[in-house]
């Protein structure tokens, strides 16, 4: 039985179906005159039924710290980071309720880890949850002692002697063909790093084992049948949700995996949830007029954010939702989102599943800006080039394919003008050759190469015109 055929046997496979499986609430309707309560009680929690922990439904994402030069690596890619904002972001967010932290060694040019480490050492270690990842990603990294060598030093750069919760990170990567499945038994199994795990977690020195999920489903379903065996068993897992992924992931990349599916198979083990990518990156907290429109009937109150965030935090079993917030008034308006948490009723999570399917519409480029693929070999800002064509669709900025339309030329002179002023000139599609380094680290599957060809043709097509 495929995916879908199992959702449809439940009857979950419609958009109501969709309400009923995230187990959200049935609340009144809200319209433009009712009052929205965010921000005017405390932090929600979750409790994890494996430890009894109580989690913040709000975690903080350590992958987009500020740095010095303003806004993050991407932008300023040799700026330190800001140590003293990030110990800002911090205390607000311990003070707010918030105490799940989540890094990795991959993170911030392998910094995140230090910088969350010289921020929480400051606060009692009873009062926060870290949360980090074994992230041997490269084919060098795979033996045993190397892979050790990253968790050992994972609790040497957080200043702790055990982890909250360990992940192994990015299973199923790369995705695709027989590669996602290869990776993982050499990341995790061959080497019997796995069991090495099993073993930290006995000693105490990891609180929680689980993994994040990117690419091969097959990886993912082995995984929990490996559970139902009690081969292994896992504490919790992290996974991609966003009310667009929720039935879209597969139509938009066919090496995803719809959340609606992912969500299922953990929520009837019991198996807690970690949310990533709530906002895709930022997608969707930027929409165009006509779908702000449509949100802005239902709750004028509300940015397109807090509609992706409370849809995150609806579904039952979910821990916690990760956002990665650089800049301190993020962290305040989902601070304000989840205290508390107002679960979507049934008619808001329609509206978001109708909208879902308007933005599938779009065909911007499933672009999280993990910065995964970064740095390329040839200076691409491959997430700059992305950003800027996601946002010209969003923002309902982008320049027809008719030059005799009327407003051709004035969209045409505002993109390219945008463009430059975003993407250095070095550091634009064109420079693309495709060599493919960038392809195996894309957690979404995102043909790179073939989508900065996209973008510069479109450019040069705009060029020409």
């Known amino acids: 039985m495929d995916r879908r055929e199992f959702l449809k046997r439940l009857g979950l496979g419609t958009a109501a179906g969709a309400a009923v499986l995230a187990g959200c609430k049935t609340s009144s309707s809200s319209s433009g005159e009712d009052e929205v309560l965010d921000g005017h009680g405390t932090m929600t929690y979750r409790v994890n039924p494996n430890t009894g922990d109580s989690v913040s439904l709000l975690g903080f994402g350590m992958m987009r710290l500020p740095v010095v030069a303003g806004g993050t690596e991407r932008d300023h890619p040799d700026s330190p980071i800001d140590q003293d904002m990030v110990n800002r972001q911090v205390d607000y967010a311990l003070e707010h309720g918030?105490?799940?932290?989540?890094?990795?060694?991959?993170?911030?040019?392998?910094?995140?880890?230090?910088?969350?480490?010289?921020?929480?050492?400051?606060?009692?270690?009873?009062?926060?949850?870290?949360?980090?990842?074994?992230?041997?990603?490269?084919?060098?990294?795979?033996?045993?002692?190397?892979?050790?060598?990253?968790?050992?030093?994972?609790?040497?750069?957080?200043?702790?002697?055990?982890?909250?919760?360990?992940?192994?990170?990015?299973?199923?990567?790369?995705?695709?063909g027989d590669e996602g499945m290869k990776a993982f038994y050499g990341r995790y199994i061959d080497n019997g790093i796995l069991d090495w795990l099993v073993e930290q977690k006995n000693k105490g020195r990891i609180r929680n084992l689980g993994f994040s999920y990117h690419g091969d489903i097959r990886v993912f379903d082995m995984l929990l049948k490996w559970h139902d065996e009690g081969r292994y068993h896992w504490d919790f897992a992290q996974i991609e949700l966003n009310y667009l992924d929720w039935d879209y992931a597969n139509e938009i990349n066919p090496r995803n995996t719809d959340a609606s599916y992912l969500y299922a198979e953990l929520h009837r083990r019991g198996i807690p949830a970690v949310i990533m990518e709530p906002l895709l990156g930022g997608r969707l907290a930027n929409q165009p007029a006509n779908i702000m429109q449509r949100m802005q009937r239902q709750e004028p109150q509300s940015s397109a954010a807090r509609w992706a965030?409370?849809?995150?935090?609806?579904?039952?079993?979910?821990?916690?939702?990760?956002?990665?917030?650089?800049?301190?008034?993020?962290?305040?308006?989902?601070?304000?989102?989840?205290?508390?948490?107002?679960?979507?009723?049934?008619?808001?999570?329609?509206?978001?599943?109708?909208?879902?399917?308007?933005?599938?519409?779009?065909?911007?480029?499933?672009?999280?800006?993990?910065?995964?693929?970064?740095?390329?070999?040839?200076?691409?800002?491959?997430?700059?080039?992305?950003?800027?064509?996601?946002?010209?669709?969003?923002?309902?900025?982008?320049?027809?394919?008719?030059?005799?339309?009327?407003?051709?030329?004035?969209?045409?002179?505002?993109?390219?003008?945008?463009?430059?002023?975003?993407?250095?000139?070095?550091?634009?599609?064109?420079?693309c050759i495709g060599c493919g380094e960038c392809l195996s680290h894309c957690p979404q599957g995102i043909k790179i190469p073939d989508e900065l060809k996209r973008i510069n043709d479109f450019v040069e097509y705009l060029k020409q015109n």
């Open 98 to 176: 918030v105490n799940y932290f989540d890094t990795s060694p991959a993170y911030c040019r392998g910094l995140s880890e230090r910088a969350t480490g010289i921020a929480l050492e400051r606060h009692p270690r009873k009062s926060y949850f870290i949360a980090t990842k074994l992230s041997n990603f490269s084919p060098d990294t795979w033996s045993r002692k190397a892979s050790i060598a990253i968790f050992e030093n994972s609790l040497k750069e957080l200043r702790t002697d055990y982890v909250d919760y360990l992940l192994m990170h990015g299973i199923g990567m790369p995705p695709g």
């Open 309 to 431: 965030m409370r849809f995150a935090g609806t579904p039952e079993g979910v821990l916690s939702v990760l956002s990665g917030m650089t800049y301190l008034e993020h962290l305040k308006e989902n601070v304000e989102t989840y205290s508390p948490l107002r679960p979507l009723n049934d008619e808001e999570n329609a509206l978001l599943m109708t909208l879902a399917q308007d933005i599938y519409e779009l065909k911007s480029v499933p672009c999280t800006a993990c910065n995964y693929c970064m740095p390329c070999p040839y200076g691409i800002d491959i997430p700059g080039n992305f950003a800027h064509y996601n946002r010209s669709i969003s923002d309902d900025k982008m320049p027809s394919h008719n030059p005799l339309q009327s407003d051709f030329q004035k969209q045409k002179r505002e993109y390219l003008i945008d463009y430059d002023r975003r993407v250095p000139k070095l550091r634009q599609a064109d420079h």
